[in-house]
């Protein structure tokens, strides 16, 4: 074990963003300590987290949209949430959200393709003249005085006011109420005129139809497409005014997720519109009562001026910061209360990477990490990789055209090197002496040890290198700093995480990249710094010299070091042996071949357990019910297996019965560890619509840890047996 000084020591505290791990879907890692950021906002406390809605800041390619995307694809696979989303750009006449939510099997309204009506009796009263008025807000914001409200009233209440159309004529043709029909006509002028836009104007076809063409409410993820209308059109904040109410009064009264997110794609121009901030402002305030997150994706906070817009912005208590410039960071670190060392990250950032502010308290810079599928859904850049690819193309066109030259010059090189070849292999030693072996393996070494279980002769190796290195170059060298990530590295694979964290931290704040020393440099003719300089590749005669070979007795110390080696190999074998044992004893010794734990699932109490068979060949997943919980629906999955049960209404005089679901899955030994997903519909689960549901690990130590927050939970033991 090595003892470092004080001053080495001190830094490898753990920071302050390490102390806390926020549950849900996993999003990417850390760039401070190297650990996983985990985040869904609705699962964190809420003196954690008053607020679950979010905001995304980022410059062009900064990788905000995939990031939000993701984040929505992971809620929506995992937690089965519900996703709206309002979706303003993409590419060729498309809005970027359509290929995610064509996959999830949502649905995408095309602005133009359908028609709303914001006086159909589907809407409440109050809701019709709530939409009426944000749709001349939109347009007219200085109509609504008081007497053109009271006059739209008056008018909404017309018979003909069924449709737009007739709402304007009632507006211009008014019968007598409580002040006379001249007054009223004068009045209603110029929210007449603003509505003539939607009837007889530009925006014609949006909202001049018989019919509310309302969408479902079951899917998972309905994305309506703006992308084809001009992005300063007064049709887009009409159109969001329209979606705001529909989401407020129908979408969240007939969704049954268990949390919903409506996402402002491109949200400068929603939130600058006196037609929508108010909505948008309401549902912010309202969201956690609501069960919905409001999730804002924009560039810039400077898009939304110095008004009100960007009050919306401190009702974010999730923010995700990418590339900005200086400025525009500061302005964002001034506005989210971000520290000063965060601010001066944001201009340095890379795609994919960005500043996040969890809370009031927690900021880390989280690196997001997405899998192919992900990769290829989310993609909004084709066209920029296109032109790329072309111009690769054309440049390694011209270099084989500039190569061609010099192909018959490489082809008598490569022959008088083979000539060589064959000259030397007909001798008993080398031309030259061999060079010595530049290249440090010893970091190899040390991680390829943990990777086969030897976690104490990684462990050693790690604390012998580390220690030559500071004799030798110093405590702040590169060479001796390079040793706190080969063993974060070996305590990763030896199961202490915790130590790991520590260790990347510490090269974090040096400074250094988590795992910098692995990474080949720009300039592919530099070594990397582990390494020593490049063997010097020995320099053949010239012609006229006569080529002088000296040769050595050379075998013997060849011979010498194949014993070493095949001694060495075996001394290594028994080692790797005598751990295996070691490892299948400890194993032996916490076998119980049992695990058990009861889950709350849509408020339902289950049971849950499994059982490992005695040859070791298959396991026994169960889950058990008991009626009073009143389930509607359970079901249970693992692997290709899976068992579910919908509970019929009893008939008269039927003793309600519990649930009880098994199945059967083989494994490989006694002490593989199981998966299993068990989804419960309570008792207001309605027929059709997604479940609830949690994913456990069981293993036969009798543990269980759940796979979505990697928490262990408590084992049950009643039913253990």
């Not at 008598?412 to 030259?432: G, I, K, M, N």
Request: charged content about 25%; aromatic content about 6%.
């Amino acid at each position: 074990m090595i003892r470092l000084p004080s001053s080495h020591a001190a830094i490898t505290a753990p920071l302050i963003a390490s102390s806390t791990r926020f549950p849900g879907i996993p999003v990417g890692r850390s760039l401070l300590d190297g650990r996983p950021f985990h985040l869904s906002p609705v699962m964190a406390d809420d003196a954690i987290l008053p607020s679950t809605n979010s905001l995304a800041l980022g410059g062009l390619g900064s990788g905000k949209s995939t990031t939000a995307k993701v984040r929505g694809r992971r809620e929506i696979l995992e937690n089965g949430h519900q996703y709206v989303v309002i979706d303003s750009f993409g590419e060729d006449n498309a809005g970027e959200w359509a290929p995610l939510t064509r996959s999830l099997g949502g649905h995408v309204i095309e602005a133009g393709s359908f028609t709303l009506n914001p006086v159909s009796d589907m809407f409440p009263p109050e809701v019709r003249e709530q939409l009426v008025r944000s749709l001349i807000a939109a347009v007219e914001p200085g109509a609504l005085n008081p007497q053109a409200t009271h006059a739209l009233q008056h008018a909404l209440n017309h018979p003909k006011a069924t449709a737009l159309n007739g709402l304007v004529d009632a507006l211009v043709e008014p019968e007598d109420g409580r002040w006379p029909a001249a007054k009223l006509s004068e009045w209603g002028v110029g929210v007449a005129i603003a509505l003539s836009r939607y009837t007889e104007g530009s925006l014609r076809g949006l909202f001049d139809g018989d019919s509310a063409s309302l969408p479902d409410t079951d899917l998972p993820i309905i994305t309506f497409d703006f992308s084809r209308l001009d992005r300063n059109s007064p049709a887009i904040p009409s159109l969001m005014a329209a979606v705001a109410c529909w989401v407020e009064h129908v979408w969240l009264r007939q969704s049954t997720a268990p949390h919903r997110h409506l996402v402002l794609e491109e949200a400068w121009q929603i939130l600058l519109s006196p037609a929508t901030s108010e909505l948008i402002q309401r549902l912010l305030k309202n969201s956690r009562k609501a069960a919905m997150s409001l999730d804002v994706v924009m560039h810039t906070l400077s898009d939304l001026g110095d008004g009100k817009a960007q009050d919306l912005a401190r009702l974010c208590e999730v923010a995700h910061i990418g590339r900005l410039g200086p400025e525009e960071a500061a302005i964002v670190g001034a506005l989210l209360g971000l520290p000063s060392w965060a601010v001066d990250r944001i201009p340095t950032l890379d795609p994919g990477q960005a500043v996040w502010k969890v809370g009031p308290d927690y900021v880390d810079i989280i690196q997001t990490v997405i899998n192919e599928d992900e990769a290829h859904l989310t993609d909004t850049s084709a066209r920029r990789r296109m032109a790329q690819q072309a111009l690769a193309v054309d440049q390694n066109t011209t270099a084989l055209e500039d190569d061609a030259d010099g192909d018959e010059d490489q082809e008598q090189d490569a022959t008088v090197l083979l000539q060589r070849e064959q000259d030397s292999a007909t001798d008993d030693a080398w031309d030259w002496e061999m060079p010595p072996n530049v290249i440090d393996t010893r970091h190899q070494d040390a991680i390829q040890a943990a990777r086969e279980g030897r976690c104490s002769e990684a462990a050693d190796l790690a604390a012998l290198g580390e220690r030559e290195d500071i004799h030798t170059h110093g405590i702040n060298s590169n060479e001796a700093i390079s040793w706190l990530s080969t063993r974060a590295k070996v305590a990763e694979l030896c199961g202490s995480p915790d130590q790991a964290i520590q260790l990347r931290a510490t090269v974090a704040r040096m400074g250094k990249d988590v795992e910098w020393f692995e990474q080949t440099p720009d300039d592919d003719t530099s070594p990397q710094w582990h390494r020593g300089p490049d063997p010097v590749t020995p320099v053949p005669p010239a012609a006229h010299e006569p080529l002088v070979k000296t040769r050595r007795r050379t075998w013997p110390y060849i011979a010498a070091i194949a014993a070493l080696a095949l001694a060495a190999g075996g001394v290594w074998q028994n080692t790797a042996d005598d751990k295996k044992e070691q490892t299948r004893q400890e194993k032996a010794a916490t076998y119980k071949g049992v695990s058990a734990v009861n889950l709350y699932i849509d408020g339902v109490e289950t049971e849950t357990s499994a059982k490992w068979s005695r040859d070791g060949k298959s396991v026994v997943l169960s889950v058990w019910v008991d009626s009073e919980e009143k389930p509607k629906f359970v079901r249970i999955d693992s692997g290709d297996q899976k068992a579910q049960e919908k509970v019929a209404p009893l008939e008269e005089g039927q003793i309600p019965m519990p649930i009880r679901l098994e199945v059967k899955v083989p494994v490989e030994d006694h002490y593989e560890a199981v998966r299993m997903t068990v989804a419960v519909g309570g008792p207001q689960w309605k027929k059709d619509s997604r479940a609830s549901g949690r994913t456990i690990e069981f293993r036969p130590d009798r543990t269980a840890i759940d796979v979505q927050t990697g928490k262990q939970l408590k084992q049950y033991y009643p039913r253990l047996g």
